[in-house]
């Protein structure tokens, strides 16, 4: 596609249900990130791949959360047992190689926890 | 430690120029990225910088200077629309974020 896609673009779900976002890099992009923005905040680095390496997870904020890349292209991030502190805008990235490539943005999931 | 810091609100009159600055500390730095973000959208990347100076990009500029962990953004002849948030980030892949610097152009 022409550029970075994330769905649903709006999750509202109650505490303790468990979530997946799903990000589509843009195509020919080998890095992939992932990141949340909670209201007010800046962004917040969580995990980030890159080609067929091991993921770098230091971001995620507990073993709750999880992500794949399958394939090489889409991403999947997963939230267990959400809670509310949980609910922001997670916004996914990639970008062609890693180091000093621009990372485009895709245009976010915003994940609501009742 | 890994650090970012930029003003929270700026406010400036429509055809004016406005300076938005950033200082940073992080390890494996590769270079300092300004972003914009609206209300409601997903940031878009504005300018990039590795070596010290200025980078001149239409009305927008940045600048760098690795020594001091320093930057700024320069935006000239403002426009209502370039009201929005501003991000300063750096790092190596995964990005570091400042809070971001909100930007009102008054008329």
């Known amino acids: 596609g022409a550029g970075v896609s994330q769905s649903p673009s709006n999750k509202v779900t109650e505490k303790g249900k468990d979530v997946e976002l799903r990000c589509d890099p843009i195509s020919g992009h080998t890095a992939l990130y992932w990141y949340r923005q909670s209201l007010g905040q800046g962004l917040e680095f969580l995990i980030y791949?890159?080609?067929?390496?091991?993921?770098?997870k230091s971001g995620l904020p507990s073993d709750r959360f999880s992500a794949e890349r399958t394939g090489g292209s889409v991403s999947t991030l997963t939230i267990q047992r959400t809670q509310q502190e949980d609910s922001a805008v997670y916004l996914c990235?990639?970008?062609?190689?890693?180091?000093?490539?621009?990372?485009?943005f895709g245009p976010g999931t915003r994940l609501t926890v009742l | 430690g890994q650090n970012i810091d930029q003003p929270t609100e700026m406010t400036a009159t429509e055809g004016a120029i406005v300076q938005i600055n950033c200082t940073y500390q992080t390890s494996g730095f590769n270079g300092l990225f300004w972003y914009q973000q609206h209300a409601g959208e997903a940031p878009t990347f504005l300018s990039y910088?590795?070596?010290?100076g200025l980078e001149e990009k239409g009305r927008f500029s940045s600048f760098l200077s690795r020594s001091k962990g320093y930057s700024y953004l320069l935006l000239k002849e403002l426009q209502m629309k370039d009201s929005a948030s501003y991000l300063c980030?750096?790092?190596?892949?995964?990005?570091?974020f400042g809070q971001g610097t909100e930007l009102s152009v008054k008329p």
């Open positions: 910088n590795v070596l010290d």
């Open positions: 990235a990639s970008s062609l190689a890693l180091e000093g490539d621009t990372q485009y």
């Open positions: 980030a750096a790092g190596r892949g995964k990005l570091i």
């Open positions: 791949f890159q080609g067929n390496s091991a993921p770098d």
